[in-house]
Every structure is written in C-alpha cells, then in structure tokens.
C-alpha cells in the first residue's frame, strides 16, 4: 500500500479558491489513477474527481464540473485539486486515494486513502 497525505485544506469565503494536494508515497505513483472524496458531517463518502495514471483524462462530479481541476505530476508524486467559484455545500473533509481497479467512481475502487484535510466554506 501507498502512504498519501493531503493538504491545502482550509477556511475560505464563498466563491474563494483553494488547491488541495496529495502527495504519494513509493515508486508506482504513475502507474495508478487517483481520485479525490469528500465527507461532510453524517453524509457518506462521495466522489468529486479523478484523474487516469498520465493525467490525460480527468472526471468530474456534476456538482463541481467548471468549477474544480483536478491535475497531476508524477515526477512529483503528487495530485492536485484545484477548486475555484467555492460554495457553502463544498464544506466536508477531502480525501485523496488511489484507485487499484481503474474504475473510478465509487470509494470500493480505491484501496489508499489519505487522512484527509478539512475544506469550510462561509456564506
């Protein structure tokens, strides 16, 4: 299993900005497509975005398509969420993860999670 930790999380005004980044542990980074969760209070895990092993496609939630952009450096290990135009309902802890299965939609897919990095979001 791959070590992955977050951060970039924060408080942030409506329609403000924050880049979230996730940063991998190993070797076999590329080889693997990775994905962005997030998790508000007494609410299940749901997708927000990911990313195929060379970045050269990326998928979207509806809720955040034109808003979020997800990207990554394999030479650094590390993925990246950039979330403009940023709303109340945005608030939850983000979670990046690896997808061993190359499905990449539902949370069963992914077998390498990080701790996660709070995103609050005021009116």
């Known amino acids: 299993q791959v070590q992955l930790v977050e951060s970039g999380g924060g408080l942030v005004q409506a329609g403000g900005s924050l880049r979230l980044s996730c940063t991998a542990s190993?070797?076999?980074?590329?080889?693997?497509?990775m994905g962005w969760f997030r998790q508000a209070p007494e609410t299940e895990r749901e997708f927000v975005s990911a990313?195929?092993?060379?970045?050269?496609?990326?998928y979207y939630a509806d809720s955040v398509k034109g808003r979020f952009t997800i990207s990554r450096d394999n030479a650094k290990n590390t993925v990246y969420l950039q979330m403009n135009s940023l709303k109340p309902e945005d608030t939850a802890v983000y979670y990046c993860?690896?997808?061993?299965?190359?499905?990449?939609?539902?949370?069963?897919?992914?077998?390498?999670w990080g701790q996660g990095t709070q995103v609050t979001v005021s009116s």
């Open positions: 190993g070797r076999t980074f590329g080889n693997y497509a």
């Open positions: 993860a690896r997808s061993y299965s190359g499905r990449l939609y539902s949370a069963r897919d992914y077998d390498s």
């Open positions: 990313i195929n092993w060379s970045g050269r496609n990326t």
